[in-house]
T-cell receptor
């Protein structure tokens, strides 16, 4: 299957700072990327959907000014958690899909801890 | 809107035995896709099996097979000859085209599968 690389795998940051998470499709063009958040022992919650070159579509309840998503190229999407607070600590996962392909490939996830 | 329900928070199976994980879904669409994903302790999401709604034949991938009952909106996963490496969280998911070819996944809450040696 296709490979999606997510970086970093773990990050600890101080409260009030911003953190950027990268999601790269290594061997295919990802026209659509999805960002999820997963709390311990819970399912994946979709945060936003981004199509290359367009603004991301955020799910209800997700603050777009806090979770900045950029999908400037067909192989890279970034999620920036701005002014992070301890309640933003979570596991963030990206997935990527090629045009008209129904299968999504997932990154390894990023564990964010805000102290 | 889609909903996916997994009614079994936890399941266990003896090694080499067979286990079935349940999943039901609700959608008003006629064209959609169904998936089972595995999430081991590493938390990497791994696709186990997929089913196109327009196909009547149940999908099979080696020891993994599904029982797709479209009228009942049921999509169960059967794992045969269970192995220790099968221990993981299993998520059932559905997808339909949310626009511009972006198939958005809706996940169930997951079933934690334990394999007993």
């Amino acid at each position: 299957g296709a490979v999606v690389s997510q970086h970093p795998s773990r990050v600890i940051c101080k409260s009030g700072t911003s953190v950027k998470i990268e999601c790269r499709s290594l061997d295919f063009q990802a026209t659509t990327m999805f960002w999820y958040r997963q709390f311990p022992k819970q399912s994946l919650m979709l945060m936003a959907t981004s199509n290359e070159g367009s603004k991301a579509t955020y799910e209800q309840g997700v603050e777009k000014d806090k979770f900045l998503i950029n999908h400037a190229s067909l192989t890279l999407s970034t999620l920036t958690v701005t002014s992070a607070h301890p309640e933003d600590s979570s596991f963030y996962i990206c997935s990527a899909r090629a045009l008209m392909n129904t299968e999504a490939f997932f990154g390894q996830g990023t564990r964010l801890t805000v102290v | 809107a889609q909903t996916v329900t997994q009614s079994q928070p936890e399941m266990s199976v003896q090694e080499a035995e067979t286990v079935t994980l349940s999943c039901t879904y609700d959608t008003s669409e006629s064209d959609y896709y169904l998936f089972w994903y595995k999430q081991p302790p590493s938390r990497q999401m791994i696709l186990v099996i997929r089913q196109e709604a327009y196909k009547q034949q149940n999908a099979t991938e080696n020891r993994f097979s599904v029982n797709f009952q479209k009228a009942a909106k049921s999509f169960s996963l059967k794992i045969s000859d269970s192995q220790l490496g099968d221990a993981a969280m299993y998520f059932c998911a559905s997808a339909l085209d949310s626009g511009a070819g972006s198939y958005q996944l809706t996940f169930g809450k997951g079933t934690k599968l334990s394999v007993i040696p």
